[in-house]
């Protein structure tokens, strides 16, 4: 444990021992004088029962005091008035009650804060302090702060990953639930990336640093733990609102009390059953419990004034690359211009992007590698927001990136340039010694929960929905019409990001998110700021109100269920716990209430708000969805038979196409093997969807009803491969193509093609996607 986080935990210790002084403290002098009442004893009693109030008044006014400081008249002054007026009027009962109240209220305040704050904590106690450098053949335990980017870091099992890196030497059994809340494990191959603060389940490995530590994930995720654990005024900003109207209303119906009986008894009464605990304690509870859960599903919220910000917002700005999409781009052409090397220039390009954070330069480093590529050290490395990155590798000047405005699109690359438009894919220039001597395109594929969760962020409330992109317009366009939104920019750069994010911050509450450098200025520019922080930049993550830890969208929209069901549950206990007030008060003030039965009941009311407020560490009940274990299984099991046949669609065009072109013996040869892989792999795969997943899906979902359009689609995929393979037989039959069966055949193969692609995507935006989203 640090320093700091000891520092910490005395803190919370400290506070709870003199939350349970002064709450023994006011118990023992009630209990005492209701024995001495019992007796017979009622001048001893009164002692007792005075004594207990003055126990309370004193912290009450150092409140009071401390509140005004601040510059803020609390609503602690009633209680204070309510303790001052019961000595002054001999009510020494009602005045022990009232402190009894006080402290058994500021003790459930203390228990429910530490509750809350035990998920935050338990970040700051596991972040790593030292870690395993190997040089040659010697491994030394080294401070965090002598990690550099490039060192070899030894994991042993046990261990937490120190700092951002990638895995060098063997598959490495990763727990990332710390990070993620997920509590599978997850296998990172040599060359995949590796962050820090996951723990090393498995056996000893080896990585490369890519940061220092205090530039790594982790860093940055344990400093917005501390500023969350530590910035608690925001959270009784709701309180704070509430007691404007509320204070100034009291004293006027105590005023009104006696003026109209001249009894200071009654104006002591309505004091009394005004004590506002709802207010004090209520809403900030609901606000630090949602506070917890948010942290439980790997949200780290700054403070509760971003929670209440994110539970009132209208408008959802967002960046296209990492946050809507997979931020997991692939590389599909490397292209180089005559006499260059394809191979060498992505070495070149890979040694260079290694330096940076960027999901494109992370994709064409892991291209690299899975190339068996060996990469250098760049020298003199610098990166341009919205530009690209630059450095010295072997001698050479390497730009990789956009192409300088300075330069033309040589004519070699206009083919590679029209290709890459026709499919929607990014552009990664090599410019090396000024020269653009290759291009590398990339496709970064549709996040697959996006689609559900921006249905669950309208669902929430979010009635404007906009995407900011430095991409061209086509491929942004294409994505804005797959998940309907309300308006998308392209070509933005970071200053056009920050100029729209303003612009719609002033006529909304607005959340952007991102991920990357760029993305840092607009993310402080909103008014709650979202970082994607497991893949995201430390810029990022440091101008953001809130941090995803998971590389996850949906969990966006965990985020805004929880911010509005806090939020919720926080108007609720105090607007509910304030009209019995005003209730009693009014009751008081008719002499219908004596200041004794008044503090009983304001107690009974103290104690029901603030357990319903405690509701908000459960989250939202109509938010949840009750998914079988076994039915998680399957999901995660057909998910993964998805992934590995979707590479296989590609072979229904690519035989269409080789049919269309020349129907010869080898396009017979190519269609017998797709229709083998529609029989063996494709079909029983589609049949076991539907008699295993569909029926399992029923009950979370509500009905059949909900997959019957997808078996519809499952007999059009049948139907489709059964004409395929009459086509087949037909040709055999022949001994070749029959001319007239070219036009349906082509049909059949080219349909199907895309009735499956639609059909993936719709199972995995609809059903897959639920084994991720572990809904409240």
């Not at 029901?608 to 405690?614: E, K, P, T």
């Not at 009750?626 to 399957?634: F, K, Q, S």
Request: net charge negative; charged share 20%.
């Amino acid at each position: 444990m640090t320093a700091d986080s000891r520092f910490h935990a005395w803190l919370d210790r400290a506070g709870g021992v003199l939350g349970t002084a002064l709450l023994a403290g006011t118990i023992a002098p009630l209990v005492a004088g209701g024995v001495a009442w019992a007796a017979g004893a009622t001048a001893v009693a009164d002692w007792c029962w005075a004594a207990g109030t003055v126990v309370a008044l004193v912290p009450a006014v150092w409140w009071v005091v401390a509140a005004l400081r601040r510059g803020r008249a609390g609503v602690d002054l009633i209680a204070v008035l309510s303790l001052a007026g019961t000595l002054w009027v001999h009510e020494y009962l009602a005045g022990a009650l009232i402190a009894v109240m006080l402290a058994s209220g500021h003790a459930l305040d203390t228990a429910a804060e530490r509750r809350a704050a035990r998920d935050l904590r338990a970040l700051l106690e596991r972040a790593p302090r030292s870690a395993r450098r190997r040089q040659g053949d010697v491994v030394r335990v080294v401070d965090l702060d002598e990690v550099v980017p490039g060192d070899i870091l030894v994991i042993a099992a046990g261990e937490v990953v120190p700092t951002d890196g990638r895995i060098m030497d063997t598959v490495a059994a990763l727990d990332e639930s710390a990070l993620t809340g997920e509590p599978l494990q997850v296998e990172r191959a040599p060359g995949e990336p590796v962050r820090s603060g996951v723990l090393n389940a498995g056996g000893v490995f080896e990585m490369r640093a890519t940061a220092t530590a205090d530039n790594s994930t982790y860093a940055g995720i344990v400093r917005l733990a501390r500023e969350a654990g530590a910035t608690t005024a925001p959270t009784v900003r709701l309180a704070d609102r509430y007691a404007v109207w509320f204070l100034p209303l009291t004293l006027v119906v105590a005023g009104a009390a006696y003026w109209f009986s001249g009894s200071l008894v009654r104006a002591v009464a309505v004091l009394v059953v005004a004590t506002p605990c709802p207010l004090l304690l209520a809403a900030p509870v609901a606000i630090v419990s949602g506070l917890s859960r948010a942290s439980r599903v790997g949200v780290v919220v700054r403070d509760g004034g971003a929670l209440e910000n994110l539970g009132r917002a209208t408008t959802l700005v967002m960046d296209k690359t990492g946050t809507v999409t997979a931020g997991r781009p692939v590389v599909t052409e490397v292209a180089a211009a005559p006499g260059a090397d394809g191979a060498r220039l992505l070495q070149l390009a890979a040694s260079v992007d290694q330096m940076s954070p960027h999901v494109l330069a992370e994709a064409i480093v892991t291209e690299a590698l899975a190339r068996k590529l060996q990469l250098a050290i760049a020298t003199a490395v610098s990166e341009q927001a919205g530009r690209g990155v630059t450095g010295t590798v072997d001698g050479h000047r390497v730009q990789v990136g956009k192409l300088p405005e300075s330069m033309i699109t040589p004519e070699w690359a206009r083919p590679v340039m029209n290709r890459a438009r026709l499919d929607s894919a990014a552009v990664a220039w090599i410019v090396v010694d000024d020269d653009p001597r290759g291009v590398v395109l990339l496709r970064d594929p549709l996040r697959r929960q996006a689609p559900r969760t921006l249905r669950r962020l309208r669902e929430a409330g979010l009635n404007r929905l906009v995407m900011l992109t430095g991409d061209r317009p086509e491929p942004a366009g294409e994505v804005a019409t797959v998940l309907g939104l309300d308006e998308v920019y392209a070509g933005q750069s970071p200053a056009d990001k920050v100029e729209a994010v303003r612009r719609e911050s002033r006529q909304q509450v607005t959340i952007m998110v991102g991920d990357g450098i760029n993305d840092a200025p607009a993310l402080a520019a909103a008014t709650v700021g979202v970082a994607m922080g497991a893949r995201g930049s430390t810029a990022s993550s440091e101008a953001a109100d809130i941090v995803l830890t998971t590389d996850r969208l949906d969990r966006l929209a965990d985020a805004m269920d929880i911010a509005r069901w806090s939020r919720r549950i926080a108007v609720q206990s105090a607007t509910v716990g304030m009209t019995l007030s005003l209730a009693a008060m009014v009751v008081a003030a008719v002499g219908w209430l004596p200041p004794a039965a008044g503090a009983l009941l304001q107690e009974a009311i103290d104690v029901a708000v603030i357990l319903n407020a405690l509701r908000a560490l459960r989250g939202n009940p109509a938010a949840h969805l009750d998914l079988p274990a076994d039915t998680e299984e399957l999901l995660h099991r057909f998910a993964a038979e998805h992934d590995v046949l979707q590479d296989a669609l590609t072979k229904l065009r690519a035989v269409a196409d080789r049919v269309a072109e020349r129907p010869d013996d080898e396009a017979l040869e190519a269609l017998d093997d797709v229709h083998r892989f529609l029989l063996d792999d494709l079909l029983p795969h589609e049949l076991a969807e539907e008699t295993q997943l569909y029926p399992a899906l029923a009950g979370p979902l509500g009905g059949t009803e909900a997959t019957a359009t997808m078996s519809r689609a499952h007999a059009e995929i049948q139907r489709l491969a059964t004409r395929i393979g009459t086509h087949l037989e037909l040709a055999r039959a022949r001994g070749g193509f029959d001319p007239d069966q070219i036009d349906d055949l082509l049909a059949c193969l080219y349909g199907l093609h895309a009735v499956l692609r639609l059909h993936f995507v719709q199972e995995e935006e609809n059903y897959f996607a639920l084994a991720a989203d572990e809904r409240l």
